[in-house]
C-alpha cells in the first residue's frame, strides 16, 4: 500500500511540474474534467490522437520546408491546424512555438 502512496506522489508531481514549467496549461486540467467511469482512458485517447495528428502535421510542414520557394501561406495553414491542437489539450509551449512560427511565416522571415 505505502508503495501505491509513493507512486501517486511521484505522478502527482510530475503532473505538477508540467504546469509549473508551462508545458501544459488549464485547458488540459478541463480535459482531465470529462474523464469519468464511462470513459476512463478519455485523456489518453485525447493526447495519443493529438500525438498521431501532429506527428502528420510535422511531416507535412517536413516537406513544405523542402520546397522552394517556401509556400507561407501553406506553411501558416499547417501552423495554425498544429495550434488549435495543441490549444486544445492545454499544450501551452507548443501552442506558443506555433504562434511564433506563423508570425514568421505571416513576415515571410525564412531565418525565423
Known amino acids: 500500500m505505502e508503495r501505491n502512496n509513493n507512486l501517486h506522489r511521484q505522478v502527482a508531481s510530475l503532473r505538477q511540474s508540467l504546469f509549473d514549467q508551462g508545458y501544459v496549461e ?30 502528420r502535421l510535422i511531416h507535412n510542414i517536413d516537406q513544405s520546408l523542402e520546397e522552394h520557394p517556401l509556400d507561407f501561406a501553406k506553411l ?34 525564412v531565418e525565423g
Open 26 to 55: 488549464e485547458q488540459f486540467i478541463e480535459l482531465e474534467e470529462l474523464q469519468d467511469d464511462a470513459t476512463p482512458n478519455f485523456v489518453e485517447e485525447v493526447v495519443t490522437l493529438f500525438y498521431n495528428y501532429s506527428a
Open 76 to 109: 501558416d495553414n499547417f501552423m495554425h491546424q498544429f495550434k488549435g491542437s495543441s490549444s486544445s489539450i492545454g499544450a501551452k509551449k507548443v501552442k506558443i512555438e506555433c504562434t511564433q512560427f506563423m508570425e514568421y511565416c505571416r513576415a515571410r522571415n
